[in-house]
């Protein structure tokens, strides 16, 4: 085989896995991000209004000019479930993010994320759209592939140990912006906070499993973005009105907030959503979610050298544990995508019987 054909070769088997180390660190931007712009004061229903509005604008010229020939009728049914879609995943699981990261931090908002791959898991074998067999080496490993990331993230998340500073960087390093809930905040504040963040991220995994089955439906994946994401803003734009009445809340200046806002609207609702789309049809969703804990360790180390936060020892471990689990999913997903290949070959080699 010549090298150029080989080295396509292998892009080609490698983009997904390009694909979602890259969504990772655009997911770690959002929530660095939007905790600054909360934590100064914006509403979160009104940032997510903003947020989908942005990207909407963003993602809409693309999906008309390049998808302009591609056939994906559009029925009043399928409207519907895109719809119904877009207010049980986008809608619902963004607006409680913003809110439970009001009450607790970035890192840690990133490290709830983690359960997103064992939900997610869990929701397609009870759906039927991921196997899995105890009896054989790949169903025992996903498991326990499964186990030791969700390990890796609770250790992350409550065992601290010596604490790593980096007192080498300059001393005018900005440091990381608080709330004023998460100064003050009463263990109460904390738990309900985590709650609702589990909420969010159930609500994200129902999202990702669902888009299997509408991609199939409606190809055009722009077009699926974005209207997904026009729904999102309409069915945002209700419910911040009906918690926020003040008008000023709404104003928007060239701050942390616009910078936020067009991070998340255009960079992660814009491409990375699209971006996410195509690889849950090439992989499916459980491999997408398995990424899912490298947004946390990403997230803790650029908290470290932007804002001088402590890395614990007890971080490192739970990191090691995630970085473990995810590659043991990755491993049992990539030998049954092999299997899969190399039945579905010998079924087109098999002589047909006249």
Avoid at 137 to 151: N, W
Avoid at 313 to 339: C, N, P
Wanted: net charge positive; proline share 4%.
């Amino acid at each position: 085989m010549p090298y150029m054909k080989m080295k396509c070769l292998v892009m080609e088997r490698h983009k997904a896995y390009v694909a979602m180390l890259f969504i990772q660190f655009v997911y770690a931007g959002m929530a660095l991000f939007s905790k600054a712009a909360i934590s100064k004061g914006m509403n979160p229903f009104v940032f997510v209004v903003y947020r989908q509005a942005f990207a909407s604008l963003a993602l809409a010229p693309f999906a008309f000019f390049l998808e302009s020939s591609k056939e994906a009728p559009l029925s009043y049914t399928l409207l519907c479930k895109i719809f119904l879609v877009s207010l049980s995943g986008i809608t619902l699981s963004l607006n409680l993010y913003y809110v439970a990261i009001n009450y607790t931090s970035a890192t840690f908002a990133a490290a709830t994320t983690t359960l997103i791959p064992a939900i997610t898991f869990f929701m397609a074998v009870l759906l039927r759209m991921e196997s899995i067999s105890m009896k054989h080496l790949y169903g025992v490993a996903k498991v326990l592939g499964s186990l030791t990331s969700l390990s890796g993230a609770l250790v992350f998340a409550l065992v601290k140990g010596p604490s790593i500073n980096f007192d080498w960087f300059p001393s005018n390093q900005r440091q990381i912006p608080h709330s004023s809930s998460s100064t003050s905040s009463t263990g109460g504040d904390w738990l309900k906070g985590s709650l609702i963040m589990i909420s969010a991220n159930t609500a994200w995994a129902l999202w990702l499993i669902l888009q299997g089955p509408i991609i199939k439906q409606y190809p055009a994946k722009l077009r699926l973005t974005t209207l997904q994401c026009f729904f999102s803003c309409i069915l945002s734009a209700f419910w911040a009105i009906a918690f926020e009445r003040n008008p000023s809340a709404w104003k928007i200046g060239w701050d942390i907030h616009l910078l936020s806002v067009l991070y998340c609207g255009v960079i992660v609702t814009g491409i990375t959503y699209w971006l996410q789309v195509w690889v849950i049809e090439k992989k499916g969703p459980v491999f997408t979610a398995s990424f899912t804990p490298l947004s946390l360790i990403i997230t803790a180390v650029f908290s470290a050298f932007m804002w001088k936060e402590a890395i614990y020892l007890g971080s490192i471990g739970g990191g090691v544990l995630l970085v473990a689990g995810l590659y043991g999913v990755l491993w049992v997903k990539k030998k049954e995508d092999q299997r899969r290949e190399e039945s579905d070959q010998k079924q087109e080699n098999k002589p047909e019987v006249v």
